[in-house]
């Protein structure tokens, strides 16, 4: 685990931050009053917004499934991590795969602090968490080798962290020189933000986390699907992540109707 000071000493409760305003929306406790009160702002706006929550996470449970059962992927790099809430992605893939080893990756003291959570893994396999920011994926690539093998399959996980990320900051050039690093056999797992479903109710879900000092942005369609350019799709390709791969849902309760403005994908490096 790295952090040069005691993250306790970082976490700013006078401004909520996406990490803790998602822990609320999931129904989680490492929130603050400021989190929450943007996240019930948030809900009065959009209803929907804990239940994207929901249905994101379990995009990341069905598709670490799917990449440990079916595609023999042993190496993760999850990168905007998040508080944890279990299941958590090492425990889906070290529950089929103990010696699955994990890279976890955030930059909000918040995730530093309950890290603990995060290297609770198998002694077969290997769970690691680097506090660093995407902005600065040579960094991150720098410290994963030290858990990871860049010369065997790696999935990189950026899992409902693009759309904290605009394409002026890096968003593009950030995937593109992790994707670069990782061997034939590796994969993007992604989801991120849409208004191509829901524009009226993305866009006031977007003004409400502006006021909350949080700037978020939405792709569409063809813009989520140019993050994957050079990668092989897997079936289904870039869908609403309510509807990638259903029928690996394990211990999901129903969603309810309505679109869920996130698309979700996988592609692999060939
Ligand atoms: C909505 S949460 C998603 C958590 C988890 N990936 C999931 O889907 O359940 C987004 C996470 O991205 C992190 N994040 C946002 N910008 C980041 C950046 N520039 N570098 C690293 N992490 C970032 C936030 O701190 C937060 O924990």
Redesign the pocket.
């Known amino acids: 685990m790295t952090g040069t000071e005691p993250a306790v000493q970082r976490i700013d409760t006078s401004k909520p ?3 803790r305003v ?1 822990d609320w929306f999931l129904g989680g406790k490492d929130n603050y009053p400021v989190d929450e009160q943007l996240g019930r702002q948030i809900t009065s706006l959009d209803p929907g917004a804990p239940r994207t929550a929901r249905a ?2 379990w995009f ?1 449970q069905r598709a670490t499934r799917m990449l440990v059962r079916e595609s023999g992927i042993r190496q993760f790099l ?6 944890p ?1 279990e299941p958590n992605l090492h425990q889906i893939a070290q529950s089929t795969a103990p010696d699955a080893r994990v890279v976890y ?4 003291p918040i ?1 530093l602090a309950h890290a603990a959570a995060l290297l609770r893994g198998t002694p077969e396999g290997a769970t690691e968490y680097l506090q ?4 600065e994926p040579l960094t991150i690539l720098q410290q994963a080798a030290r858990v990871l093998d860049f010369d065997r399959p790696i999935a990189l996980s950026l ?3 693009l759309h ?2 605009p394409d002026e900051d890096g968003a593009r050039e950030l995937v593109d020189t992790l994707i670069d690093a990782l061997a034939p056999g590796s994969c993007l797992v992604l ?1 991120a933000m849409t208004a191509d479903l829901e524009p009226e109710k993305v866009a006031r879900g977007i003004a409400a986390y502006a006021a909350g000092g949080v700037t978020l942005v939405a792709r569409s369609h063809a813009e989520v699907s140019s993050i994957f350019k050079g990668l092989e799709p897997m079936d289904p390709g870039i869908v609403s992540v309510s509807e990638w791969h259903p029928e690996l849902a394990e211990g999901e309760t129903p969603l309810g109707e309505g679109p869920v403005s996130l698309y979700g994908g996988v592609g692999f490096k060939v």
């Open positions: 931050h996406p990490a998602y994101n996470r990341m999850d990168v905007g991590t998040g508080i809430t990756v955030d930059n909000d995730v660093a920011d995407a902005r899992i409902a962290l904290f990320i989801s």
